[in-house]
């Protein structure tokens, strides 16, 4: 069936979560496509940092480290982010950068398993996740080992110490089967880190299910914390009391305000703060948590699903030709849809010249994301317009579309 417009419609009125894209900030006329890069701006935000800069800071001062319990934020985030990637509350806290804390646990694995120095990835994973082997293989803490996708279970020997894979990939969305991937590390000794950047807030993630040891994740992509949010790490309960993380800062202490000269480490998760929450970006990140926690990952993914399904089969009518590089079927992957042309950086802007805001990422994949808390099925339906509509003109080949700018 090829779809329309009145599809779409009736597709948004029935769509059960369709009243929380009113919670959201997204501008008139504008098709948001670009929420797995960043979140849209939930309209209780600017309340909710106006209630901690006026109050909370203004008359608290200092007192509101206690009085808004402004110290235990991280803990406190971090239990509201558990329960949606399959953790115990006391398994994850919300601080610092993903690539930060992916420095941490790196280094907390290779040490957690002495005599191994591999850490073992895929070509292609996202730049953060090699570069930070790459900077600890300089160290000589670290040997990066990369192979293709389909030969990982293969290449896992007792070399290796850290299996570091992104869950879904931030170019195709295809997802990796955590669960097997992970067995199979174990096996060999490995331990595995799980970088949930583009799963966490859209699809269903489960590490206790899949018995994971660590995993990392961001902020500002689907939980809508705004550009630079706190990240957020997981570890696994049993591997709490051996991890030793490099950044030993004074949150990390466990009596950070016992101002003593040697170090301890606190007992659990706290291990993983370093300095001084940064109040301000964790209270916008609290809000966005707090509201995909109220729609449900289950409703979320629901929804994600059906909107891809929609955006394929519209693109496939619109623009036959435009190769999706996204797994099809009923088979994993993440919330989005890549496509592939050579001139995909024109491409898009020329459709953010329509209103239409997507991703690019070099050399040639257009990225749309679906953000289920508040794309709609007409959103979708407008931009595989739009995406027809742009490549027959041939309007991206002008000069302001084809000169290439800075992107994200």
Not at 43 to 49: C, D, E, P, S, V
Not at 194 to 221: F, I, M, R, T
Not at 362 to 384: M, T
């Amino acid at each position: 069936m090829i779809p329309s417009l009145a599809d779409a419609r009736a597709l948004d009125a029935a769509d059960p979560i369709a009243g929380y894209r009113k919670q959201f900030a997204i501008p008139p006329g504008v098709v948001y496509l670009d929420g797995n890069s960043l979140g849209a701006l939930p309209l209780g935000t600017a309340a909710r940092l106006g209630e901690v800069i006026r109050r909370e800071w203004g008359e608290g001062l200092v007192r509101s480290w206690n009085s808004a319990d402004w110290i235990g934020m991280p803990r406190r985030i971090g239990a509201m982010i558990a329960p949606l990637i399959g953790a115990q509350a006391d398994e994850v806290i919300a601080c610092d950068s993903t690539s930060v804390n992916l420095f941490k646990l790196i280094a907390a694995a290779l040490a957690m398993r002495p005599g191994r120095k591999v850490v073992l990835s895929e070509p292609g994973n996202f730049p953060t996740d090699l570069y930070l082997i790459a900077g600890l293989e300089a160290q000589g803490l670290a040997a990066k080992r990369l192979v293709e996708r389909e030969a990982l279970e293969a290449a896992l020997d007792d070399s290796v110490a850290l299996l570091l894979l992104t869950h879904v990939h931030y170019k195709t969305g295809a997802m990796h089967n955590m669960a097997k991937l992970t067995r199979a590390a174990h096996d060999v000794g490995a331990l595995v880190l799980w970088d949930l950047s583009h799963s966490a807030g859209a699809v269903p993630v489960d590490l206790n299910g899949g018995n994971a040891d660590l995993a990392v994740g961001c902020g500002y992509k689907y939980f809508n914390g705004g550009p630079g949010a706190p990240a957020f790490a997981f570890v696994a309960k049993r591997h709490q009391a051996a991890l030793q993380q490099p950044l030993t800062g004074w949150m990390s202490h466990a009596a950070p305000f016992a101002f003593v000269d040697d170090y301890t480490p606190a007992p659990g998760i706290e291990r993983l703060l370093t300095g001084t929450p940064p109040i301000l970006g964790l209270a916008a990140l609290e809000e966005g948590v707090r509201l995909i926690a109220e729609i449900g990952i289950e409703r979320l993914h629901a929804k994600s699903r059906a909107l891809s399904d929609f955006l394929r089969a519209a693109i496939a009518q619109g623009a036959p030709d435009l190769p999706c590089i996204s797994p099809e079927g009923p088979g994993p992957r993440g919330s989005q849809l890549s496509y592939r042309h050579p001139e995909a950086y024109a491409i898009a802007q020329a459709l953010i010249g329509r209103g239409v805001i997507p991703d690019f990422r070099e050399p040639d994949v257009l990225r749309l994301g679906l953000s289920p808390a508040y794309i709609r099925f007409e959103d979708c339906w407008h931009a595989a317009q739009a995406l027809s509509e742009v490549l027959a003109s041939g309007e991206w080949e002008r000069e302001e579309f084809t000169t290439r700018r800075a992107v994200t």
